[in-house]
């Protein structure tokens, strides 16, 4: 076995330590003529596979990092904006819309691995279940935020129910994730 990564693998166990799932692979393989990699996955799969240098490993990291930091950056900003945007007009739909910003800032931070890279390692545990459980609360915030925003009478009557449907079908998915992650 020449490396082992992935998710579930805590991050201080990784031979190395990255957002994305790298390991190193010892000098005395170059004289293999081949590798033989195992994936496996409970759920659906990508495997964009690559071999790069060290030099190579180190710009891709630096580069993803730079950006990670601006995406990160700005949504925080954002949200501080928008906080106090709702302290001061105090408005239902500033308030849900912070939680949308907030739901979008953990997805972000889970689909780019910082959470179970970074986060999980301090707390301990694995923080699996918080893409699906932020995907649904944007989905439950849209709706909030659609049913604030355009005065909930404007809205046609279909769309509505549609909207209902869409957020209770999130509501008890979210709920269903929580307790199966449990």
């Known amino acids: 076995l020449l490396g ?9 166990s990784r031979s190395v330590y990255s957002t994305s799932h790298y390991f190193a692979l010892p000098p005395d393989s170059a004289k293999l003529s081949g590798y033989l990699i195992r994936i496996e996955s409970q759920t659906s799969l990508s495997v964009p596979i690559s071999l790069v240098s060290e030099s190579e ?10 950006w990670y930091g ?59 279940w918080l893409l699906p459980c932020t995907l ?13 925003y355009f005065q909930h009478s404007l809205l046609p009557a279909a769309f509505q129910r549609i909207l209902q449907i869409g957020s209770g079908l999130s509501g008890a998915l979210l709920l269903t994730v929580w307790l199966d992650y449990q």
Request: overall charge positive; hydrophobic content about 55%.
């Open 136 to 148: 649904h609360l944007v989905s439950i915030s849209s709706y909030l935020f659609a049913k604030q």
């Open 57 to 66: 490993f180190i710009a891709e990291q630096r580069n993803s990092h730079l």
């Open 4 to 12: 082992q990564t992935g998710s579930k693998l805590p991050a201080s």
């Open 70 to 128: 601006f995406i990160i950056g700005t949504l925080t900003l954002l949200i501080f904006y928008n906080l106090f945007v709702a302290c001061s007009i105090r408005e239902a739909a500033n308030a849900i819309y912070l939680l949308f910003l907030a739901a979008l800032l953990f997805v972000f931070v889970s689909v780019s691995g910082i959470a179970s890279t970074y986060i999980s390692a301090k707390l301990g545990g694995e923080l699996l």
